[in-house]
């Protein structure tokens, strides 16, 4: 079992609607729980962070975390063609260091 | 500040030549991240730097990696022998832990890319 899971997609929505994406993870002692966002040839670039249960919301976007379901979400509201791009879920466990699932390729069509 | 500064950003080398790239993290940042990413993947760590102690090594990288980071502030990631295996981004980060509660928050510099042939 890979230590953080994405489905690699592509994920293809409509402009305007609502983009989901989901990540689980393995490790039940991971404490903090990230989502970048990489456009092809680029580097990533962090788009939200989540610590605890619940929702944290920014802008469009929104973190949802469930520890007990070891499962993490992100929701972009009036997806933009400028939304496309490949988005990264990476956790944080006992050690300092990130482990990044495998992307998820979202396209946004007008 | 200009951010996380890698160099050289493309590289491309014959099998069997080394090579080395290099890091300038975010000047206060204390931590810095080396990570691999090839296409297709999420980024894979390799190792990482608490000012110039190495804390963390993937067991996955071989010895023919290296990395140091001597004065606590740029670091260096050599490859020696490369293989062809070895083409991929390599993919610098760097974050202050200190930093309030935003623990764990990297911010990658743009990547050097290798290519062997």
């Known amino acids: 079992q890979k230590e953080v899971e994405q489905n690699s997609g592509p994920l293809s929505v409509p402009e305007g609607a609502i983009a989901s994406l989901n990540c689980t993870y393995s490790?039940?002692?991971?404490?903090?729980f990230f989502w970048y966002r990489q456009y092809s040839g680029k580097s990533p670039e962090l788009i939200m962070s989540i610590y605890s249960n619940g929702d944290k919301e920014d802008g469009r976007f929104t973190a949802q975390l469930n520890k007990a379901s070891q499962y993490v979400s992100l929701l972009i509201r009036d997806s933009q063609p400028s939304d496309s791009a490949t988005y990264l879920c990476a956790v944080r466990g006992n050690t300092d260091k990130l482990i990044f699932g495998t992307g998820t390729r979202l396209q946004v069509f007008p | 500040d200009t951010g996380v500064s890698q160099d050289p950003r493309h590289k491309i080398t014959k099998r069997g030549q080394n090579v080395t790239f290099r890091c300038d993290p975010i000047s206060e940042h204390n931590r810095l991240y080396w990570y691999r990413q090839t296409l297709g993947q999420g980024p894979e760590f390799l190792t990482y730097?608490?000012?110039?102690?190495?804390?963390?090594k993937s067991r996955l990288l071989s010895d023919r990696f290296s990395a140091e980071r001597p004065k606590g502030s740029f670091s260096t990631l050599e490859i020696q022998r490369t293989e062809q295996g070895d083409s991929a981004m390599y993919l610098c980060?760097?974050?202050?832990?200190?930093?309030?509660?935003?623990?764990?928050?990297?911010?990658f510099g743009e990547g050097s890319r290798l290519t062997v042939l």
């Open positions: 730097f608490q000012n110039e102690a190495q804390l963390e």
């Open positions: 490790d039940r002692g991971s404490q903090s």
């Open positions: 980060a760097s974050s202050n832990p200190l930093r309030g509660a935003n623990t764990g928050e990297l911010f």
